[in-house]
């Protein structure tokens, strides 16, 4: 008789579960339910009343949502009894975090907090806690903090602290009504298993956790602000569990959710990028993965723990146990292709892709794919959604430098995919330089399979083989991976997420090789785009910096 586990995978705009054949890692069939509060950038549900700029807020009901529609439709899809489920494993972007209470409700279901944004989830990517994180970059550097070194020297706005602090400091009110800040993996996690199992991935990364060292001490949480000295006590789980251990088992109100048996085994959360290396049959040191979609990140292992100057994290057993896994990211990739195709391509592009059937990236790159490296005459900084590595500050802003009356929309395109690559570059000689070499690159996510073009330009500019997921959905493929660790090789899994890997994870024939030619031409441009990254982005011209403050000026009179 076949068993199955099921991945669900929680992205930037929509959930999806994976059914999964345990024996081959064969993908049964998925089912993908687009978030119905996507991202709320602009406004609250049934408000008028315009959010801060840099807000990235989301509604944990779209999570439930996704349990109840997409895992009862896989099963329905794949044509599979619930009693052939094994395990179930989750991930989930990161940091995703949302204020919970004593019952584990968000603050956001109750009437009275329904209409404060400090009450809502604050995705990945809220960038609005940048005041924060600069204050706890002064205290930890102050302070001579040596967990600072494990995040590359420097905290993001997007982790765990700095939002936190931003919800003391705007709204005191929901600080002190949450019981916990929870990461939307181990919620949704608890919302399967009926209790919070914290994520050794997710507090290792995002919340200040190392193995050894625990959180920070109180001293260091009171220099932030006094109401804070008890904030990992008050306001964290500081009980926490490797990603290949068992969360529970799935609850009476969660099976009835999500239509699969009771007492179905669940693993405990882990983070969308780190959740697909095994998947792509990556399980030990010298491989870096990039998982390419809305945003890059970049996972990979080493035997040895080294601190890198703006690598965002360090974690022992992050990925799998045993290695110290690194993590740097991109914030913006697919998401500023996005930004131009709505913004600046006209109507004509659309209706000739559209005649041509297909998609507006497939028709912009098709006018491109045959120019030269530096045809163009342009070059871009990738930082339209701030800077995550190795510069690490989300007030940087994108540029596009060579542009002339000659400029075409597609070539703009295509330097924005070379800006991508280029900022993949210096975190792969960043990585190189600080004692962790990368032999091979491998590639996940969506636009890793959807553009060859893209996939070629990286394999210039970095110079190096790349291979590609076998998967649509690695993450998702990953998550099963892990679902069938939890269920165990009793019950038809496997006992560790190597063993899982052998069996589970495929990769595509396809290796991208890089061109000499190319490579001589990128290696040129790169030197120029690293003048530029130098200039703006560390201190050689803080004009980015300038313009945000004049732009938070004027909107504030404006308001
Ligand atoms: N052919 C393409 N080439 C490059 N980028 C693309 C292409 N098609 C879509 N994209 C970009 O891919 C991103 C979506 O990636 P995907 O992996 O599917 O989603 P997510 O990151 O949310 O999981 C979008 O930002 C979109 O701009
Ligand atoms: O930052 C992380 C992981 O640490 C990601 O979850 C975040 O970049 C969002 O990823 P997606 O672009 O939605 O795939």
């Known amino acids: 008789m076949k068993k199955y586990t099921i991945g669900i995978d929680y992205g930037t705009l929509s959930g999806r579960a994976v059914l999964v054949d345990v024996e081959n890692g064969e993908e049964v069939c998925d089912s993908v339910l687009e978030y119905k509060h996507a991202v709320m950038d602009k406004y609250l549900p049934d408000s008028t009343k315009r959010l801060p700029s840099e807000t990235a807020l989301q509604h944990p009901q779209d999570y439930l949502d996704v349990l109840q529609i997409t895992v009862p439709e896989v099963l329905r899809k794949g044509n599979v009894s619930k009693e052939d489920i094994i395990g179930i494993g989750v991930d989930f972007t990161s940091c995703t975090v949302l204020p919970v209470d004593k019952d584990g409700t968000p603050l956001c279901f109750k009437e009275e907090f329904k209409d404060r944004p400090h009450a809502y989830v604050k995705l990945w990517k809220h960038h609005a806690a940048q005041r924060e994180a600069d204050l706890f970059n002064k205290v ?154 809305t945003s890059t990140c970049h996972i990979m292992m080493s035997e040895e723990e080294h601190f890198i100057p703006g690598v965002g994290g360090v974690v022992e057993d992050g990925v799998v146990p045993g290695y110290y896994a690194y993590e740097a990211g991109q914030a913006c990739v697919g998401d500023h292709f996005d930004w131009l195709v709505r913004n600046c391509v006209a109507g004509s592009y659309e209706k000739e892709a559209a005649e041509k059937g297909i998609s507006i990236h497939q028709f912009l790159e098709s006018k491109v794919k045959e120019q030269l490296p530096g045809e163009s005459g342009l070059i871009a900084l990738d930082w339209w959604n701030g800077n995550r590595s190795i510069l690490t500050d989300a007030s940087l802003s994108g540029m596009l430098l060579g542009a002339t009356l000659q400029t075409k929309p597609e070539e703009i395109y295509r330097a924005l995919i070379e800006a991508t690559a280029y900022g993949t570059r210096i975190i792969i000689e960043a990585f190189e330089e600080g004692g962790v ?123």
């Open 437 to 559: 070499p990368i032999e091979e690159l491998y590639a996940a996510g969506g636009i890793a399979r959807k553009s060859e073009l893209m996939m070629q330009i990286y394999a210039d500019v970095t110079n190096k083989e790349i291979h590609i997921s076998a998967s649509r959905q690695a993450p998702a493929l990953g998550a099963a991976l892990f679902g069938a660790v939890a269920a165990g090789s009793k019950s038809g899994g496997y006992d560790t997420i190597e063993e899982a890997s052998e069996h589970m994870s495929r990769l595509q024939d396809k290796v991208y090789i890089p061109n000499a030619d190319n490579v001589r031409r990128y290696d040129k441009l790169f030197q120029e785009y690293k003048i530029l990254h130098d200039y703006f982005g560390k201190g050689g011209n803080d004009v980015m910096k300038r313009l945000r403050s004049i732009k938070s000026d004027a909107m504030r009179t404006r308001m």
């Open 140 to 293: 930890a550097h102050r302070r001579g903090e040596k967990f600072m070194a494990r995040y590359g020297g420097k905290m993001s706005s997007e982790w765990v602290v700095p939002k936190a602090m931003q919800i003391l400091h705007e709204d005191e009110e929901i600080y002190e009504a949450m019981d916990r800040f929870m990461e939307a993996g181990d919620w949704v996690v608890m919302m399967l298993v009926g209790e919070e199992k914290r994520s050794l991935c997710q507090a290792g990364y995002k919340a200040v956790w190392s193995k050894r060292d625990g959180y920070p001490c109180k001293e260091f949480f009171a220099e932030l602000d006094s109401r804070m000295e008890n904030f990992v006590e008050e306001k964290l789980s500081n009980h926490i569990y490797a990603t290949t251990d068992l969360a529970g088992y799935l609850t009476k109100d969660a099976a009835e959710l999500t239509g699969l048996v009771e007492g179905t085994p669940v693993a405990v959360a882990n983070i969308d990028a780190h959740v697909a290396l095994p998947a792509v049959r990556i399980t030990g040191p010298g491989k870096m993965l990039m998982i390419m979609g």
